[in-house]
């Protein structure tokens, strides 16, 4: 089945440990993108990539990086300069990055906590 | 102010009601809306996608976009307790890679 797959969906992380959440996507999308999401807060764009090897900060990304070398990953490392880094984290793709009206589809989430 | 606002609920209705859940946003360069369905501890499923004003059915499910008011809405005919989960509005404008995203409404469906 095709889809968005985050591994591993419970993470414990001990203060001052950078962490790497993984996401794979087989749906042949050139976009995607890692949300953050708390309560009351709704989701947060952390990082996007319209394209290999290529990737922009969204409004949240101190304390995180990212790297797209391949079109189907794109995973996420959580460092210790993140200041309040449990939260639910949400990964997700679409087909035109750079289009209006595309459609972004996400994946069943990683929860993070700090310990 | 943020640009899209959602009332957080929490939302309880019996089953059978029709549900309204509603955004407004303020910024007029939004054309393309959507709304999500979130059940707990899983990632948001895509529901209903619109664009510009208007209405959208899907089965149970009626979409509408009103941009001159600024206001958008889902209604749910028949509510089914499987229904019982966050819904999010979504919506993005021309030349926009990213989505603008309500903090979610939480529903309940009591049987």
């Known amino acids: 089945d095709g889809g968005i797959t985050q591994s591993p969906k419970y993470l414990f992380r001990k203060e001052g440990q950078n962490v790497t959440l993984s996401c794979e996507q087989n749906?042949?999308?050139?976009?995607m993108y890692w949300y953050r999401q708390d309560p009351g807060q709704g989701l947060r764009l952390i990082y996007y990539?319209?394209?290999?090897?290529?990737?922009q900060k969204g409004d949240i990304a101190e304390g995180y990086s990212v790297s797209r070398e391949k079109k189907e990953s794109f995973p996420l490392t959580v460092t210790s300069a993140q200041k309040n880094p449990t939260a639910f984290y949400l990964c997700a793709s679409s087909t035109q990055g750079d289009r209006a009206g595309n459609t972004i589809y996400f994946g069943e989430g990683s929860w993070l906590t700090v310990v | 102010q943020k640009e899209v606002e959602q009332d957080p609920g929490p939302l309880s209705v019996p089953e059978g009601a029709i549900v309204s859940l509603n955004c407004t946003y303020s910024?007029?360069?939004?054309?393309?809306f959507m709304w999500y369905r979130q059940y707990s501890r899983k990632g948001p499923e895509l529901l209903m996608y619109?664009?510009?004003?208007g209405n959208k059915e899907d089965g149970r499910f009626t979409a509408q976009v009103d941009k001159s008011s600024k206001y958008i809405s889902l209604f749910i005919r028949d509510s089914q307790p499987s229904d019982s989960a966050t819904y999010l509005c979504?919506?993005?404008?021309?030349?926009?890679?990213?989505?603008?995203f309500g903090t979610g409404t939480r529903l309940t469906v009591i049987p």
């Open positions: 990539s319209q394209i290999v090897n290529d990737f």
């Open positions: 979504a919506m993005s404008r021309t030349g926009a890679n990213n989505l603008f």
């Open positions: 749906l042949n999308h050139d976009a």
């Open positions: 910024n007029s360069a939004f054309q393309y």
């Open positions: 619109t664009y510009s004003s």
